[in-house]
């Protein structure tokens, strides 16, 4: 008996008629952005966008703004902003990366954890305009097009999580206390993953998580996606 | 199958990021909203300075009391079943109630502009806030017939008893903190509402919406996929739901409304200060003969909500005379409202920690007196327990956990230069359940897609209803496409009081089963099928064959041969477009869960500093459907009894105001809080109660664990701290 599509692994995708409630007259703010870098990658050129939210440009005072040249997920990007936008918000509200969460907006719970160079940072509490020059990766660059990154799969298999809203905190964390050595035992990976609150309780899952990417305890079919997952 | 430890289907989108919360839809030319909240708690409005603001960079519009357009208020005698917060429609008139009320919503272009504006708003009130402490509840309160229950006579028991414990305990107010801020995008399309809400109650948001907005319900459609926690702040209509979808209507725009961290201190409710006395009266020999318990807290002005505490009282043991009674006073704060394990969480506190008072006092073993008082049936009506395996409960608890090795005198063990101590408490809920509605749609393929407008709020709801649709229908559960976090489809009960997986599970168990006999007269009656001619009683699925006469087929060509593309059928509860459910009342059995929790504490004699290293609970829930997300939420909700015994408390000050209302000083559970965690259930259907034999295990988690908390640092210490949570500075 065939199985035409993963049923069952992206509920958003089903039943969804997204074309319906969504008034779609332009392209979204990410898709813009994404089809302005690749034209600008084609010809040689930085990409440029400038970035006022999803309003209206003419409403504000583009002197006032601040440009800055960064790289997110691997793509170089260049763009003016508003120097009061927050690293979080300038991912969450204008490049459509919403993977990093805004939990508390004040650096105490971690959901909104990113990588910016080598270090784990609260992106809410980090303006937009210290990324220039920067390298930062979020949860949308970990693992690769066809497989989790290691850290992605140990959660699902130790349900490390279960509303989903700290998660993507979490696994930017335990991928820096793994490459920072801080997963000796249980005690060390309780006490460096103790920056990302997980209201769910879900901690047991979490170090069970962390130490079976430590032991390579993971089967590697485990490190699959799905079909719809891949990209 | 019902049971079997599946991955969450939706986890591959949590943990690549791709799941998507109310604030994270891309809407074409969004506008930003902030509400700007009252600083008093009394009075009414008398100036802002609206256009001030509206002059600002990139402010669009100031929505406020004077230039509102009128919404329509909810019926105050709870008529229409509208699940509501605080019943308060926002900007409908200029009285302040309470501090943290919605007085102004700003509207802007970008997110950056809307908070910078709403930082300039400037309010002046005609009253300075009066006293609102939520402390001083012992008098002018009230306590309505409702709120008072007895059975036997308890001051005889009390007059009569050989030993007698009364105490005061004393559980602050907490909050639900769930990590997502409650938040939404509204956008109108004509008369037609879209709303991307973070709701546990996807029905009741749609039902609420449309009240207010004067629309009839199918032209709101309430989107909520993902939810980032709820904990109760989500279930009841809050005014942030309303303003989102107002500014839209105002400003002709879609509008992102952006709560805060703050902003859920006051907007989404809370679990009220409650003073609890406990009187234990009684025999040396461990007989309870009595039990009151009193409880004195607060509610709003509009006095939606009490703390029912003592509700646990009335039933977890077999006294023959119990008194309990709640009284509440009024004050200018924002309301209480449902927090995870609404009562049962504090008033089990209160009566655990009693009982172990009252097993000190007598010199038994508090195991022991538990099983001397055991309940067999309800003591309030009589009415047996649907299936009750408490017993079990204490006896596998006590021996995972090493309970008869426990030393009885407290303050006497000492290991590694800490006090030790162990100690236990019942834990209980009750088993609730609800109406609903589903539709049910077979494809070619065999695959079924199940609609409902039910909700997962991480409880693992898309990964469970696949398992019992799966097993009820006979196929595989990946072959079940689960479709809910949508008021588009049928009706679906509230994802609290742990009912919705009883609800909605047993609503699609009995929608399967006629769906199932529908397919099989089909198929009986096809004359090319290979069960033509049969009887439809003769069909059975198995792994998505149908099966009958000695002959077999995929499940889907029944639909390949009707010429659809598929078949559906709809399953509607008598009681589907209910919100206030209730089809308990008229049942021959009284339905609750059970538990026993162990906990280990160790306490540093100088400073003070309190660990757990190590708890155990059992739990008598029914019929567990899926073991590795079933023993998630158990873990978390022991958790939830952990931060309410050590570490949760909100600061009111004498105006009502939080002064510690955000998540640096409100201090929940983080991972080095938490130790060794063990957890088993009895996993023993109960069929007297729902289709599947589930009870529901959302809360029960988190009751009783912070009694046992509490007892284990008296068997550490000597010490009987009443106040929760107990922090250092209670122990020294």
């Known amino acids: ?231 | 199958m019902i049971g079997a430890p599946k991955t969450r289907i939706d986890g591959p989108l949590k943990v690549t990021g791709r799941a998507k919360y109310a604030l994270e839809y891309a809407v074409d030319r969004p506008l930003y909203a902030v509400s700007v909240k009252s600083g008093v708690n009394t009075g009414t409005v008398v100036s802002l300075n609206a256009a001030e603001v509206e002059a600002l960079p990139g402010v669009v519009r100031v929505i406020h009391a004077v230039n509102t357009i009128k919404l329509q208020p909810f019926p105050t005698d709870g008529s229409g079943g509208y699940s509501t917060g605080d019943g308060l429609v926002p900007f409908q008139d200029t009285e302040i109630r309470f501090i943290g009320q919605d007085v102004a919503l700003v509207v802007a272009e970008t997110l950056e502009q809307a908070e910078y504006a709403g930082s300039q708003v400037k309010i002046q009130y005609s009253s300075e806030s009066t006293e609102a402490d939520t402390s001083a509840v012992f008098e002018d309160y009230i306590s309505p017939e409702r709120m008072q229950a007895e059975t036997g006579n308890m001051a005889a028991a009390r007059a009569g008893a050989e030993v007698t414990v009364e105490q005061r305990y004393v559980v602050p107010s907490e909050h639900h903190n769930a990590l997502e801020i409650s938040s939404c995008i509204a956008l109108w399309k004509g008369d037609r509402l879209t709303m991307y809400d973070t709701t546990q109650a996807v029905t009741n948001y749609q039902r609420c919406t449309a009240h207010v907005f004067g629309l009839p319900e199918e032209n709101v459609r309430i989107i909520s996929k993902f939810i980032g926690g709820g904990f109760g702040s989500k279930g009841s209509y809050w005014a942030t739901s309303m303003l989102a979808p107002l500014a839209a209507k105002m400003v002709g725009r879609p509008v992102k409304l952006h709560m805060s961290r703050q902003d859920m201190f006051t907007s989404s409710g809370h679990r009220p200060k409650v003073y609890q006395d406990l009187t234990i009266a009684g025999r040396r020999d461990g007989t309870i003969t009595g039990i009151e318990h009193v409880t004195r807290s607060y509610t709003n002005l509009d006095a939606t909500y009490f703390e029912a505490c003592g509700n646990a009282t009335k039933m977890l043991y077999g006294v023959p005379n119990i008194k309990v009674a709640h009284t509440y006073r009024k004050l200018n704060v924002s309301s209480p409202k449902y927090l995870r394990s609404p009562g049962e969480a504090n008033g089990v506190y209160a009566l655990e920690c009693a009982l172990d008072e009252f097993a000190h006092e007598i010199g038994m073993d508090p195991v022991e007196l538990r099983l001397m008082n055991y309940a067999d049936k309800h003591p309030f009506d009589g009415k047996p327990f649907s299936l009750k395996k408490l017993g079990e409960c204490y006896r596998r608890g006590g021996e995972q956990f090493g309970w008869a090795d426990r030393n009885r005198e407290p303050g006497k063990l000492v290991r590694d230069g800490k006090l030790i101590g162990h100690g236990m408490a019942t834990t209980t809920y009750p088993a609730n359940r609800g109406g609903g509605a589903c539709t049910l749609i077979l494809d070619t393929e065999g695959v079924l897609t199940f609609q409902n407008a039910i909700q997962d709020i991480g409880t693992g709801t898309y990964t469970v209803m696949g398992q019992i649709i799966g097993d009820e229908m006979g196929i595989d559960s990946d072959r079940v496409r689960v479709e809910i976090g949508d008021s588009d489809f049928p009706a679906g009960t509230v994802s609290g009081g742990s009912k919705l997986t009883a609800s909605a599970g047993s609503w699609a168990i009995i929608g399967v089963r006629n769906f199932k006999s529908k397919l099989f007269d089909m198929s009986v009656a096809q004359a090319e099928s290979p069960h033509y001619g049969l009887s439809a009683e003769d069909l059975t699925v198995e792994n998505g064959m149908v099966k009958g006469g000695g002959k077999q087929e995929p499940l889907g060509n029944i639909v390949a041969r009707s010429g659809e593309d598929t078949v559906k059928y709809t399953e509607l509860s008598q009681v589907a477009k209910e919100h206030a459910f209730s089809m308990m009342g008229d049942a021959p059995y009284s339905f609750h869960s059970f538990g026993a929790v162990f906990a280990e504490a160790e306490v540093d004699p100088d400073l003070g500093v309190v660990t757990i290293p190590r708890m155990v609970a059992v739990f008598d829930v029914g019929k567990i459907m899926n073991a590795k997300l079933a023993a998630s939420q158990f873990y978390g909700g022991m958790i939830w009894g952990y931060g309410m015994a050590l570490l949760e408390e909100s600061k009111y000050n004498e105006v009502g105001r939080v002064v510690n209302a955000d998540l640096a000083e409100y201090h929940v559970a983080v991972n080095a809080d938490i130790r060794d965690m063990k957890i088993d259930y009895i996993d023993a259907p109960d069929y007297n109660f729902s289709e599947h034999g589930g009870r529901g295990i959302g809360e029960i988690g988190a009751t009783g664990t912070s009694a046992a908390i509490a007892n284990a640092i008296f068997n550490a210490t000597g010490k009987r701290v009443r106040d929760l949570p107990i922090t250092l500075d209670k122990l020294l």
């Not at chain 1, 206390?177 to 000796?184: C, I, K, P, S």
Request: charged residues 25%; hydrophobic residues 35%.
């Open chain 1, 1 to 231: 008996m065939s199985n035409p599509k993963p049923y069952n692994t992206d509920p958003t995708e089903v039943g969804w008629p997204e074309e319906e409630s969504l008034v779609n007259a332009t392209v979204s703010r990410r898709n813009f952005l994404r089809a302005a870098t690749l034209a600008a990658a084609g010809l040689g050129l930085a990409p440029y966008a400038t970035l006022t939210g999803q309003g209206s440009a003419a409403t504000l005072d583009l002197q006032d703004f601040v440009e800055i040249e960064t790289t997110i997920n691997g793509e170089a990007m260049k763009m003016k902003l508003d120097p009061r936008t927050s690293l979080l918000d300038l991912l969450r509200e204008q490049l459509g990366l919403t993977g990093a969460k805004k939990g508390c907006n004040q650096g105490a719970c971690g959901a909104c954890t990113v990588h910016v160079g080598t270090d784990r940072i609260n992106a809410c509490l980090t303006l937009a305009a210290q990324i220039d020059g920067k390298e930062v990766t979020t949860i949308e660059g970990i693992g690769s097009a066809e497989e989790f990154h290691p850290v992605q799969a140990a959660f699902l298999e130790h349900d490390g999580f279960q509303c989903g809203y700290c998660t993507s905190g979490q696994i930017m964390s335990a991928i820096k206390v793994l490459e920072d050595d801080h997963a000796g035992s249980d005690a060390e990976i309780r006490e460096w993953m103790s920056g990302n609150i997980c209201r769910c309780g879900a901690y047991k899952g979490i170090v069970e998580s962390v130490k079976a990417v430590r032991d390579n305890t993971l089967d590697p079919q485990a490190l699959q996606k799905g079909e719809s997952l891949k990209r």
